[in-house]
């Protein structure tokens, strides 16, 4: 059985411990600021980017992977003696998986031993779906069923977060759905979901607490009855609101695995500081 490499973005932010457990291959997006470019968090990790965003009179900007970056990822891998299975951000939401496209045409036949999945999802949704692969991968799965199990993985992960303020959705163009709140009382918090590759409006909640409420409510539907439960935070800057949260909906959940992470300069670029959510993947 050839040995395959599982590659992802750094919008899934995967915690390191495990990225490095199961060699999951990390290509990181591009932030762009004051004319410096920075890989994501490589160059720039979260506590400096949100310190920095406080006093900023410039607001940054982002950039996917570029293919020839990708090109470089994969063929290493392929020199290696490995194949390889690229699981990506939403194409609904960045260009990345394109780049990816890209970079492996430019390897020419080497490129037929790359497998490229869109996971319509970001954050830990992304995340989920590449752990569930690699850890098929250590069960003994092949590339072609770890692939088929990371499609499946969509069907049954999810992301649900609330923001402080659509301004920095609005100004990346990542809105989508939600656009309808733009303009809503500035009191309001809205909750978000990733749906079919896109970020979408929920509804709108009266105070942050409620709003965090709500998002696990809403994670709860979608997992009830289900079994293997495994949930993560997803926060910018928040790091207590997220961990309050994750506590309570790890008990209430009765989660077999429970994970706490940040999102990486690029997606808190476009989420804004405050965001909190959670991701979820179930059996």
Do not use: C
Request: charged share 20%; proline share 3%.
């Amino acid at each position: 059985m050839t040995k395959f490499a599982i590659v992802t973005d750094s919008t899934s932010y995967i915690p390191t411990e495990i990225s490095q457990k199961y060699g999951i291959t990390v290509a990181p997006q591009v932030l762009i600021w004051e004319n410096q470019t920075y890989r994501d968090g490589i160059d720039i990790l979260p506590a400096e980017f949100y310190k920095r965003l406080q006093t900023a009179k410039v607001m940054p900007s982002t950039s996917q992977v570029s293919p020839a970056t990708m090109q470089e990822v994969f063929s290493g891998l392929v020199d290696k003696g490995m194949s390889v299975l690229g699981i990506f951000i939403s194409s609904k939401l960045s260009g990345t998986l394109q780049s990816a496209i890209q970079g492996k045409d430019m390897m020419g036949s080497a490129g037929e031993k790359v497998t490229l999945i869109d996971s319509r999802s970001t954050a830990m949704g992304l995340g989920f779906q590449a752990i569930a692969a690699a850890r098929a991968q250590e069960a003994g799965a092949t590339l072609e069923e770890a692939a088929a199990l990371a499609e499946n993985a969509h069907e049954r992960s999810g992301v649900f977060f609330a923001v402080d303020t659509l301004e920095f959705l609005h100004r990346g163009g990542r809105i989508g759905g939600a656009q309808r709140f733009i303009g809503s009382a500035l009191n309001l918090k809205p909750i978000l979901a990733v749906q079919e590759g896109k970020v979408e409006g929920i509804e709108r909640i009266r105070t942050k607490s409620k709003a965090h409420d709500r998002v696990l409510e809403l994670v709860t539907e979608k997992v009830k009855g289900k079994t293997g439960i495994r949930i993560a935070t997803l926060h910018a800057n928040a790091s207590d609101d997220a961990q309050k949260l994750l506590d309570r909906a790890s008990k209430q959940l009765s989660a077999v695995e429970s994970l706490f992470t940040e999102v990486s300069p690029v997606v808190g670029t476009h989420a804004g500081p405050g965001t909190v959510g959670l991701a979820y993947i179930h059996d």
